[in-house]
């Protein structure tokens, strides 16, 4: 796993063919989706989870504004 993924604790789980990405809201985490994981899972989906910086388990220090915003140009 590469410094972005662990950066914001990616998760993936499942082997179904189709994808399917859940992004938390603010003031969560990838925890929210916990009772609906098993759902897609059942139905054949490979569920992948990342939590934005600042939740969890990421650290809000690598998150340098200025970085950011020059990629957006």
């Not at 662990?6 to 992004?23: D, F, M, P, T, Y």
């Not at 809201?25 to 925890?31: C, K, P, R």
């Not at 490979?46 to 939590?51: E, G, M």
Request: hydrophobic share 40%; proline share 3%.
């Amino acid at each position: 796993m590469g410094i972005v993924e662990e950066a914001h604790n990616v998760k993936i789980l499942g082997s179904g063919e189709r994808n399917i990405v859940l992004a938390h809201g603010f003031g969560t985490d990838q925890s929210v989706w916990k009772h609906l994981i098993p759902h897609l899972l059942d139905d054949n989906y490979r569920v992948i989870l990342y939590d934005n910086m600042g939740a969890c388990t990421t650290n809000p220090g690598g998150f340098i504004a200025d970085t950011f915003l020059g990629r957006l140009n």
